[in-house]
């Protein structure tokens, strides 16, 4: 039985503390004709043979505990992992859910345009206008957003700023002003910024391919795979495909920013699959025939009585196809770097992060082009979550207090179905704005839902194919 060890063992359980043993369930599933045995709490994945696969649906904690010196084989390997906190191993990160934590900004997600050039069908956004006018941020605001970011950001040196829409190339001017005041102070500042820019490609060329790739740390490429299947629902307002007019720009900004000095070389393709391409795994095959490696391919999430919409009945559809990227990563067929089948079973996010998510709310806020602050992107044109406004010299209390607030209490143990998850630590309890809209409470998730069954079938892929590298069975 081969053993993968998270380091973030050390913080998920307490040796020096004495306190009350809280026992974790483990998570057993075959993949492939590999064993895998998951323990949350302390992180570990371990590589069963079928023997010890099978003995552990005898085995409890209460036996280790009552028999402990038994001798030999199977018991005794299983024993080891027991005693060593790898196997039903304990739960003690309550402790830090309830530490509230102060952070400073770390990062803000600039909406730099209200306003699209496609009309995507499953746009959340509803084309790029969040509910409300076509608008663009004036550069002196996003500027300001900088200043905001800097001045909040505590001791924190390494700071982020996502330019983000409707599409952000309708308002260029701004995004440039933002990056060149940034650059400018970052040695006064004592910062250093990483840009990220999300865009449909529409209004690439060559002049700010290559300003991208000067300056941008991150570029995220939005295409959902092969034309039939982007045109049908991304298209432009005249209702025409976008896919030919935006792959070969595509291919430019990637191979040319391969070939970039710059140390900024991330991109990945963004797309989203839908109940009319199921068969999802071709669209990543085309993709990377295309030349794009680096691919996150997300289900589309929402109302089931859309059209579009991704339901129940779909999933072993899915299912299947989660397995075969899986194989095909596995055997070395294909040299995709697939997004979601990519976690760290070495180290991974700190405690917090992983009770916790992305931050929104807390070290991550959004702007929009008339200064308003929300919690993130996703919650953005709706009134009751308007955090105050980057243009106040100081953060108004509800930024600081309430919904801050909210958001620190919000984690793993303090949504319904995530406590006793075996996938907690590895998806956070999920989209808290997802929730929101679902179930008008951040805090209500659905363990049932096809995305939580969708998020755990492709945890099982990714968790295998890691443990498998690290075990050297691949």
Known sequence: MTSTNAKQERSLTSSDAKQERSYNNIHKYTLDGDYFVVDPASGAVHVADKTAFDFLDKVKPSIFERYEGIPGGCYSELYALYKRGLLFGDDNCREHAKTSIDAPLKALCLHVSHDCNLRCGYCFAKDGTYGGERQTMPPETAIAAIDFLVKNSGERTELEADFFGGEPLMAWETVTAAVDYARANESRWGKRFRFTVTTNGLLLDDDKIAYINANMSNCVLSLDGRKAVNDKIRPTPNGGGSFDLVTDKFKRLVQSRSKTDSNFKDWYIRGTFTAYNLDFTEDVIELSRLGFRNIS????TGDEALPYAIKHEHLPQIYEQYERLYRM???GESDI???????????????????RG???GNDYLAVTPDATVYPCHRFVGFP???MGSIKQETPPQKMKDEIKAYFTETHIYSKRDCPDCWARFYCSGGCNASSNERFNDCRITDSKSVECLMMKKRLECAIALNALKIANKC
Request: hydrophobic residues 45%; negative net charge; charged residues 25%.
């Open 297 to 300: 391919l997300e289900p589309v």
């Open 329 to 331: 990563i596995k055997a």
């Open 337 to 355: 770097n697939f997004f979601h089948f990519n976690v760290d079973l070495e180290g991974g996010a700190c405690v917090i992060r992983r009770l």
């Open 358 to 360: 992305c931050g929104c």
């Open 384 to 386: 009751e979550w308007e």
